[in-house]
């Protein structure tokens, strides 16, 4: 799960974006960890969220995340 979670936070900090799709998030980790499966991607996720390191936000027809570092407001773009 630990290397699941840094993958992620290097595609969070790497990306051109502040905030990202989980679909992107999944790609740039399986690229990573091949044998990583969605659901443990989703966990990972969620573990970051509570751990307050990212952030979840729903822009009413599509989730997304972000580095609550990187995301100046909860505020869709």
């Given at each position: 799960?630990?290397?699941?979670?840094?993958?992620?936070?290097?595609?969070?900090?790497?990306?051109?974006?502040?905030?990202?799709?989980?679909?992107?998030?999944?790609?740039?980790?399986?690229?990573?960890i091949p044998?990583?499966?969605?659901?443990?991607?989703?966990?990972?996720?969620?573990?970051?969220?509570?751990?307050?390191?990212?952030i979840y936000?729903?822009?009413?027809?599509?989730?997304?995340?972000?580095?609550?570092?990187?995301?100046?407001?909860?505020?869709?773009?």
């Amino acid at each position: 799960m630990e290397e699941i979670k840094k993958a992620i936070l290097e595609f969070a900090n790497a990306s051109k974006k502040t905030r990202f799709y989980f679909k992107d998030m999944e790609k740039a980790v399986q690229e990573k960890i091949p044998t990583a499966k969605a659901r443990e991607i989703k966990k990972a996720a969620s573990e970051l969220i509570n751990e307050g390191t990212l952030i979840y936000f729903s822009t009413g027809s599509t989730t997304m995340y972000g580095l609550k570092d990187r995301c100046a407001s909860d505020e869709p773009q």
